[in-house]
């Protein structure tokens, strides 16, 4: 269970990993999430599902190695067993046939969205897809963007490959009719900035929020996000919600709460690690 079939580095830090659970890749649909766990005292982190083959029982999780515990992730190798996971979990995707769909993946969301927009194009939709990384080193998944895709559209912050930015999506929502766009990312700023680019042009756009979560399932109310002034939990409620509705405000400032403990435990972890290294070496000489 949760063994590790395949692992690959598709950017600096952005890991791609596949494994084995077949009760998940039987069960989950694009949108959903699973909750790791590096051993029985490590934290609680979600990763959203970037794809599944149930005839394998594969799932398939993409993600930056930012803090301890995904940098534990990281560090296992194929064969090796993810301790813990708990999915599918959250709400499916709106999958239906809209008409013209524009899916926006930024950094590691990326192969998240890959995943749904593929399902939009199975159900007849016109595809058009954005995928965004702050620079080209840190762009992944673009040939199979293009492959599922009417139309791809690349964007850099730095403006190293593509476009800088994304004013230019506002050219794409004048020059044809979009019925619904879709965003991932977990930068709430670029989320933020996409709805405030369509909300002009009255397009549904829906956003899936990463808050900070533990348990998953509705119990602890870590991920409480207020969307049309009411109180939603992202983990039973979403985690994919109407845009124009989110109080961005709210979501920022909680995002930010335990930004100081989490850079304390990586600088913690990482120098335990050195000291261990640092005696295993002096046992071998």
Do not use: H, P, W
């Given at each position: 269970m949760n063994r590790i079939l395949v692992k690959k580095e598709l950017a600096p830090k952005i890991k791609l990993i596949e494994f084995e659970n077949r009760d998940i890749a039987s069960k989950a649909k694009p949108g959903q999430f699973v909750v790791i766990q590096m051993g029985e005292k490590g934290e609680r982190f979600p990763l959203t599902i970037s794809g599944i083959d149930p005839g394998k029982g594969m799932v398939r999780v993409i993600f930056n190695e930012v803090g301890k515990s995904s940098k534990r992730l990281g560090a296992l190798a194929e064969g090796e067993e993810i301790g813990n996971v708990a999915g599918p979990l959250g709400n499916p995707a709106e999958i239906e046939k809209f008409g013209t769909v524009l899916c926006f993946g930024g950094g590691v969301m990326t192969g998240p969205m890959a995943y749904e927009a593929a399902a939009f194009k199975k159900a007849g939709n016109r595809v058009i897809t954005v995928i965004g990384a702050r620079?080209?080193?840190?762009?992944?998944?673009?040939?199979?963007?293009?492959?599922?895709?009417?139309?791809?559209?690349?964007?850099?912050?730095?403006?190293?490959?593509?476009?800088?930015?994304?004013?230019?999506?506002?050219?794409?929502?004048?020059?044809?009719?979009?019925?619904?766009?879709?965003?991932?990312?977990?930068?709430?700023?670029?989320?933020?900035?996409?709805?405030?680019?369509?909300?002009p042009y009255g397009v549904k756009t829906i956003v899936s929020l990463t808050p900070i979560m533990l348990d998953g399932t509705g119990m602890c109310g870590v991920c409480r996000v207020v969307v049309g002034g009411q109180t939603k939990f992202a983990c039973v409620d979403g985690p994919e919600f109407d845009g124009h509705l989110v109080d961005w405000d709210l979501l920022e400032s909680r995002k930010r709460v335990y930004s100081h403990e989490e850079r304390v435990?990586?600088?913690?972890?990482?120098?335990?690690?050195?000291?261990?290294?640092?005696?295993?070496?002096q046992t071998r000489k």
């Open positions: 620079n080209k080193e840190l762009l992944i998944l673009k040939d199979e963007m293009n492959a599922l895709s009417d139309k791809l559209y690349v964007s850099t912050d730095d403006g190293s490959e593509g476009y800088k930015g994304l004013d230019f999506l506002r050219d794409i929502l004048e020059g044809e009719k979009v019925d619904r766009v879709i965003g991932m990312s977990v930068a709430t700023a670029t989320l933020r900035t996409l709805c405030e680019l369509t909300r435990s990586t600088l913690l972890d990482e120098q335990v690690g050195k000291d261990c290294a640092s005696r295993f070496q």
